[in-house]
């Protein structure tokens, strides 16, 4: 496993980071799975364990939490907030009075005294940025947190958060979480390149595409019977995604290589890409994304993935995770 160092702050972190959503309910995985398959990431050398608050609604973190007793201090720890944990409407979003309730209760459930990097896990358009960034200063000035990211910007609220932490005094965003797969494309066209030029580290999400990158049969997936829009062969973007993973398969055959080995070493490739989370809900899932952790692509094959999907491309519309409200709510667009 090698190491990279994440944007700035002089931590060093894996390339690949373990995702812990799916091992929790949400992932149909185990307690006592969830920990073999994090403690199996560490003995393979990955030092960087992302998790968020409202995967299972804290079971995830709980999970996480019980595999680091012992071993907190190998681990670069992120989890996220943002998403309600509730249905009481001050449960959610980024505002000092959530932020200070949010991190003290995902500090309880990891076991441990502060978070690595602590991430917002979408933008909030209801709070004010430079609310959201103070309340997060006087974790970092407290010991709490020791870092603090973004997680699925899109480029200008990346820049207007630096520009808010630079004018007001605050802490600012040392890194970006965005989606990104050889299927996901559009974080090349501005995301990444904006990330690179504010010096931020990377983790990206998603490198299989939702399983679409995985090798498996879409059809027998579960995820695909919940996220039908993604999967659905009939809607133009999904027949798009099916086409192109056709023909990625017979460019990793030719390379010798399995696709999801081809799918996470394209993310790794980017130079503004720190660290690649994996998201296994098995330990032979898991064992099978670390067979990869060496593979690397030459400029031949880089050109080949370019031709079967252009850069800074989204093949499927609807697998942005973000959609700004300018354009989910009509009354911000009629008079």
Do not use: C
Not at 72 to 92: S, Y
Not at 201 to 223: F, I, K, M, N, Y
Not at 274 to 289: A, E, F, K, W, Y
């Amino acid at each position: 496993m090698r190491y990279r160092t994440l944007g700035g702050t002089g931590i060093s972190v894996s390339e690949f980071a373990l995702g812990a959503m799916m091992l929790s309910p949400m992932g149909g995985t185990d307690a006592d799975e969830g920990v073999r398959t994090v403690h199996r990431a560490l003995d393979a050398g990955i030092n960087f364990v992302d998790t968020a608050d409202m995967y299972a609604v804290g079971e995830s973190e709980k999970i996480v939490g019980r595999a680091l007793q012992g071993r907190r201090d190998e681990v670069v720890l992120a989890t996220k907030f943002f998403h309600p944990m509730g249905d009481d409407p001050n449960r959610r979003g980024g505002s000092r009075r959530w932020i200070v309730r949010a991190v003290e209760e995902s500090l309880r459930r990891l076991g441990t005294d502060r978070i690595d990097l602590y991430q917002m896990h979408r933008p909030d358009p209801a709070t004010d940025l430079d609310e959201t960034l103070g309340a997060l200063s006087d974790l970092v000035r407290a010991g709490k947190v020791l870092a603090v990211g973004s997680s699925t910007f899109p480029a200008e609220q990346i820049v207007e958060a630096q520009w808010v932490a630079e004018r007001r005094g605050h802490v600012r965003f040392r890194t970006e979480q965005p989606p990104y797969s050889i299927l996901n494309r559009g974080v090349e066209a501005a995301v990444l390149p904006t990330a690179q030029r504010y010096g931020m580290g990377v983790l990206t999400w998603g490198p299989l595409g939702a399983g679409w990158l995985s090798g498996r049969d879409l059809s027998v997936s579960s995820r695909a019977s919940l996220e039908t829009q993604k999967f659905d062969l009939s809607l133009p973007g999904n027949a798009r995604k099916a086409a192109a993973v056709a023909e990625l398969k017979q460019v990793a055959a030719e390379a010798g290589m399995t696709l999801p080995h081809l799918a996470t070493a394209f993310v790794r490739a980017h130079p503004g890409v720190t660290s690649v989370i994996i998201g296994p809900r098995t330990l032979d899932q898991l064992n099978g994304l670390l067979a990869g952790a060496e593979v690397t692509l030459g400029a031949d094959l880089l050109d080949r993935i370019d031709a079967v999907v252009p850069p800074g491309t989204d093949l499927n519309p609807a697998d942005n995770y973000y959609v700004a409200p300018a354009l989910a709510d009509a009354s911000l667009r009629r008079r």
